[in-house]
Structure formats: structure tokens, C-alpha cells
């Protein structure tokens, strides 16, 4: 490693403007955030068939997403549309962010869950209904003087932290931001809060996003990390 890049990857600074550039890139990006513009639900047991996206225009991509229904249990299945020439992706500037704060980079005590838990998420989407997602330890840390036991759900193996601050609908996104927890050490994680993100229903409302349960509210400002998306004038995103 040369000198240069050894000094980029020592600073927490410059560290966090590359994140910055690649969440940049990564929301923009052909099956990013800005570019989902249809997710279609499809009729109870039927199975999505990647054909149905025949004839959309070059710049489109259809996958397919599953989920359970909160009735019935069983699996539901819909085909997603992503434009990478998006009127959001064609309007987005950027996401504004408060400063890089190294107060805010926190070490926490994590505890495993015996045989996993499964916390109640509200969702965005499902009018006050609420998801099971599995919470597989204990986040335990103080800020600012107040002590918290906060539930980050396994999101593909990597612990998601969904939570709220006071800064939300005014500085940063209404309905809480998201942040991956990075396991440190036996017994220990770091939550680094300059990484917070805004979600995906921040970008598109095609999401169904997880709220912060009331464990994972903080009681003062978060004032780290990313706030809103921006768009062009006159445009009003999808959020």
C-alpha cells in the first residue's frame, strides 16, 4: 500500500467522503433507489414471470421480490421496474449530509439471542400492521448520559439499526434512517453515525420500509450523517 493510500484509509474523514461518493453513485445507479418506479403486486399464489417485462425500453430492468402476507403468512411475489433514466435519477442532485462528527462514532456491547427473537417492525406501506423481523442480540450503549437496548434486525447477515431522532421531518427523513452495525470484536460493535442513511422510501415510494420500534428512538438530535435527497427545483421526487 503507498503512502497516500495508507494516510486515505487512517483518516475517518476521507473514509467517509468515499462512502459518500459511492451511496452517490449507488442511489443513482440503473436498480438503485432513484430508479425503481413500479413494484406490481401479483394476485395471491401466482408466480412472477420475468417475461412480463418484454417490450419496456432499453433502460429498464423487471426483477422480482418476495414477502409474506401479514394475514395468511404465506409468500407474496411482485415484479419490479427500475428505469435507470429515471425522471428521479434525471432530477436527483444530491443527498445532503451534516458534517463528518467523530463524536458520533459509538462502541456499543453487543449480546447474542439464544435461538434468535423476533421484534414487531411497523412498515411504512402496511397502514399500522407490523412485520416480524428476527433481531438476533442486543445492542447496549449510553448517549448522552440516557442508556439504550436497541434491536438491529439481520439484513442478509450484516445487523440493520432502524432508528428515529428528534431531527426527523425537519432536518432528515420523517420516518427514521437506517445504519449497518459493524461487529468489532467479541462482545462489541461500533455504530458509526456519520454512516446513517436515508432509507429507501426516502428515495422512492415503491418501498415498504421498517419505522424505528421505540426501543431504537433517541431522545436527543442525531446530528450525523445523511439528511434528505434534493432534487432540481420544481421536481418533487418520489418521496
Known amino acids: 500500500m503507498s503512502a497516500a ?3 486515505r484509509a487512517s483518516d475517518p474523514s476521507q473514509a467517509w467522503e468515499e462512502w459518500r461518493t459511492e451511496r452517490h ?3 443513482t445507479g ?3 433507489n432513484l430508479a425503481l418506479v413500479e413494484t406490481r403486486w401479483l394476485p395471491a399464489g401466482e408466480r412472477p ?3 412480463a417485462g418484454a417490450g419496456q425500453r432499453d433502460s429498464v430492468t423487471v426483477t422480482t421480490v418476495e414477502r409474506t402476507d401479514m394475514v395468511t403468512g404465506e409468500p407474496e411475489y411482485a415484479l419490479r421496474f427500475w428505469d435507470a433514466e429515471s425522471p428521479a435519477i434525471q432530477n436527483f442532485e444530491r443527498t445532503d449530509a451534516f ?3 467523530p463524536a458520533w462514532v459509538l462502541d456499543a456491547t453487543y449480546t447474542p439471542v439464544e435461538d434468535g427473537r423476533r421484534v414487531a417492525f411497523e412498515h411504512i406501506r402496511d397502514n ?3 412485520r416480524d423481523l428476527a433481531v438476533p442480540g442486543d445492542i447496549a450503549l449510553t448517549v448522552d448520559g440516557t442508556d439504550y437496548t436497541l434491536s438491529a434486525f439481520d439484513d442478509d447477515g450484516t445487523l440493520l ?3 428515529g431522532d428528534p431531527t426527523n421531518g425537519t432536518a432528515t427523513y420523517g420516518a427514521g434512517r437506517f445504519l449497518f452495525v459493524e461487529h468489532t470484536g467479541e462482545g462489541r460493535v461500533r455504530l458509526d453515525f456519520n454512516r446513517a442513511f436515508v432509507p429507501p422510501c426516502g428515495f422512492s415510494d415503491q418501498y415498504n420500509c421498517p419505522m424505528p420500534p421505540r426501543q431504537n428512538r433517541f431522545h436527543l ?3 450525523a450523517g445523511e439528511k434528505l435527497p434534493v432534487f432540481r427545483d420544481g421536481f418533487a421526487g418520489q418521496h
Do not use: A, K
Open 5 to 7: 493510500m495508507s494516510d
Open 221 to 223: 438530535p442525531v446530528e
Open 30 to 32: 440503473p436498480t438503485g
Open 128 to 130: 399500522g400492521g407490523t
Open 25 to 27: 453513485r449507488s442511489v
Open 161 to 163: 439499526l432502524v432508528f
Open 99 to 101: 458534517p463528518f462528527d
Open 49 to 51: 414471470d420475468l417475461t
